[in-house]
């Protein structure tokens, strides 16, 4: 999809543009300003001869035009970080908001825990078999006191929240991203992390997001959290308590 920014506004403006190859948006983290949303995430490709103007401007948070109605800001008060990627004959950027993105945010926000996932499949391991049937074994036994607490019936189980590889894969991922945004130790126990995440799931707290845009060249997959430091410690409490049954087998 190709976009365009406009240097300044009136007709001595020059515009520059660019391919959108994916962006991401969430409206509790970065609220957007009427049909400007402002991406947690953003990736374009320039031609060398446009990239660094182009660069410039959107660094500047001028407005970037997706399409007729819709457009991005890269508002400068939220201090994105821009990374470049030079190609035979383009350079392809990504901006992003590091408080969300990147694994060590630097310090814990008092506001909650809020981050977003984009993981390539290198990132990600493959699970094989014998983790599934494991992880399967120990999910029934923990459905099973879950539901003994919650009394939810077939609402409190682990299963048929998240496709049990996916959850596998992503929730090293899910584990370090909280651990670096809590005060609270979390159990280096692979299914106990996996238990954490489709937990996170289950009460709509880690969200699939995906954001497409017709014309786009790569829809962009993402995992968003948000939930608050006492929200967190609640469930975390629970979920080690249940983890802790499960792994003994007893009640």
Sequence with gaps: MQVCIT?????KGRTFSASAL?????????????????????????????????TANARLGREIQITKKRSLELLRAFDYTFKHQ??????????????YLEIDPGMVDPRGIQFCLCPTSIDLDIPGEGDIQQLTNHLGLASAYLREEEEWGTEALYFNQMKLDEALRLSPLVAAFLDRRSHSPILQDKYF??????????????????????????P??????????????????????IFLKAKKGQR
């Excluded at 240097?7 to 007709?11: D, F, I, R, V």
């Excluded at 992390?193 to 790569?218: C, M, N, P, W």
């Design 7 to 11: 240097s300044k506004e009136g007709a």
């Design 22 to 54: 994916a962006y991401l948006t969430r409206e509790d983290m970065v609220p957007s300003r009427g049909s400007v949303l402002r991406p947690l995430v953003f990736i374009y490709a320039c031609s060398l001869r446009e990239s660094k103007a182009f």
């Design 86 to 99: 030079t190609l035979a004959n383009a350079i392809v950027t990504t901006a992003y908001l590091k408080e």
């Design 193 to 218: 992390k996996v238990q954490l995440t489709i937990a996170l799931s289950r009460r709509h707290l880690l969200r699939e997001r995906i954001t497409y845009e017709e014309g786009l060249d790569f």
């Design 220 to 241: 962009l997959q993402g995992w968003v959290c948000s939930i608050g430091h006492k929200e967190f410690d609640e469930l975390l409490v629970k979920e080690t308590r």
